[in-house]
């Protein structure tokens, strides 16, 4: 085996540092639980991005659209609820409820994909290929947004055309956040 990862254990060792900081929203207070989010939601949303970009149009290719088209419905309701989620009290009620749900359906998410769609890149891709499509899913996440945009939707070509933008907005954005705590 090669020292360079492919996309398939990328992707999956990205879903367990998700699950990590899951844990970690979860389990903290304050500031320490509004940076976690603040983590958990930049992640959340470049991985994604990025997964619409490089990793659902290969699977399609490769016969298995049914499978990239409910993943797509899972992650947009998965946005939608981040979205709402971001900027909110980390300290509410609401907060409490909807980090848990979320927690739920990403969790779904991260084994469908694991389960359905991963399966389906081993089986057709080559190393190479999965070790080029880990490169391009690198270069994805260092233009992909960092909050997330259900409105964009579930399309590869519009995020693509949309996600460039939206993520200098967003790192513009977090920057001037950041100088002001």
């Known amino acids: 085996m090669t020292a360079t990862k492919n996309v398939v254990q990328m992707l999956t060792d990205q879903h367990r540092h998700i699950e990590k900081l899951f844990d970690e929203v979860q389990t903290t207070a304050g500031e320490a639980r509004a940076r976690a989010f603040a983590e958990l939601r930049r992640m959340l949303s470049v991985h994604e991005a990025a997964e619409e970009i490089v990793t ?70 080559g190393p190479a290929e999965l070790e080029k499509m880990a490169a391009a899913l690198k270069a994805a996440e260092q233009i992909a947004p960092t909050h997330p945009h259900p409105a964009v939707g579930e399309s590869a070509v519009l995020n ?22």
């Open 56 to 125: 659902h149009p290969n699977v399609t290719r490769y016969g298995g659209g049914d499978v990239v088209e409910a993943r797509q419905e899972e992650e947009h309701e998965a946005k939608e609820l981040l979205s709402s989620l971001d900027g909110m009290d980390t300290t509410s009620p609401d907060f409490e409820t909807g980090i848990a749900r979320l927690r739920g359906m990403v969790t779904e998410h991260a084994r469908n994909e694991e389960e359905q769609e991963f399966p389906l890149l081993l089986a057709e891709a």
């Open 160 to 181: 693509a055309a949309v996600g460039p933008l939206a993520g200098l907005v967003d790192k513009v954005r977090d920057a001037a956040r950041s100088a002001m705590h």
